[in-house]
């Protein structure tokens, strides 16, 4: 009895000492590979057509759309948020990233298995040994359990990528919600247009059809030409000949706002039936400064969480080339009978750890952390050539609304004069003061005037919206994206359909 207390307390010393040594190995543990700073890229102080010097803040450009003053356009954005389908898959993504995220932290901690099995043997006579064909039972139960210490940080590493990957996810909803809400404003935009130059068309073809009347009838009293009363009508003619390239382009605007949220294309054809005024900003966006794009694009932000990805990749592919080591245990207990389980003399135990160390692999080790290193550098460059991007697209569309301004000012005066003329002329035509050569010159220089300053509202409110965009702004409400698509039932165990 003594000797087995003396047994059983040098065990139990071995045991502290292995514990501690572990623990000491799992607290000094270290991580390899190069540690996550943020990119730094030289920035303007500010646009070069822009005077702002002040930083402005994301919700100062959020729900820009707004401003435009269209309560159906504000309708339209909040019903594709909550049905675009490509919403819905960056949602899906956002859940996988996270699951994926979930897995890896899963890697840190222990691992335990039950294993239990019932066994009823016959052996025969011939082998059983006492000449007699004997039946037995074994009943066996027991415990797996094992833990490999990070002692090099390889697992988490693999967190550190797997969590800056759903932070990307997150910024990929960002950008999509961005282009989205965009896609919507411009082909809003170009229905309303598309609209008015239809009108426009219309009333244009009308008053011609009305000059070609008056021509008509002055060709009767002799006091025109035969010819004049052709053009008079091939004009009015050219003029609604637009008129079904412009309903064509209307009905494919509204097709793709169909599309946009989440419906087939023709959902939105009866709510977009009347007309309505094209979308004009009612004040300027807040520029702030090119730094702000690092906070406010979400582009930007997705690129430099996968870039700390691809950093944490490269850790995680340096300690593979590092001895690993498993903690791992069992205790199983076995008899002939079910009340012999639980018994001290059934019982077997066993733990200890194990060093896995890689001495020769060819290379192989070393050309996966090339690779990582590699793979982090284009993360870089794109990282990069998002920003600079980024920076092109609010300049360009600066100088964009910059000349669009001041070509729809000329435009406005041209369209005046323009009106001015037409109905001057057709004044003194009336009269027979004038030839109907300069009606038609006013009639046709009149209407392609308002057709160009359609054109430029229209491009005007679209570099509004593609400002908006560049510079970050966008969809600022809580999405939820934990709602799954399906939702299974009766997961567990059932019984398989055959047909």
Known sequence: MVQSISEAARYRAIHRAVVLGLAGLTLAACAVGPEYSLPTITLPGQWHHAAET??????DLGEWWRDLGDPMLNRLIERAVAGNLDVAAAKAKIRQA???????AGNLAPSLTGVDSATRSQTPASTSGTGKTTVSNLFQAGLDASWEVDLFGANERAVEAASATAQASEADLQATLLTLVGDVASYYIDARGYQAEIALARRTAESQRSTAKLTGSKFEAGTASAVDV???????????SDIP???????????????LVGDEPGALSGEMKQSAPVPSASKALPRGIPADLLQHRPDIRAAERRLASATAEIGAAEAARYPSITLSGSISTTGTKTDQLFKASSIAWSWGPSVNVP???????EATVDAAAASRDQSLITWRSTVLSALGDVENALVSISAERVHQDKLSEATRNYRKAADLSRALYQSGSSSFLDVLDAEKSLYSAETSRIASRISLAKDHVALAKALGGGWVKPVDPTKPEIIDVAT???MRRTD
């Open 230 to 240: 052709a053009k008079a009508d091939a004009l009015a003619a050219t003029t609604e």
């Open 359 to 365: 001495l020769f692999t060819g290379g192989r080790l």
């Open 492 to 494: 567990g165990p059932h």
């Open 245 to 259: 390239a412009y309903e064509s382009a209307l009905a494919q605007s509204i097709h793709r706002l169909g599309l």
């Open 98 to 104: 996270r699951a994926q995220l979930r897995e890896q």
């Open 54 to 59: 002040r930083p402005v803040k994301a919700a």
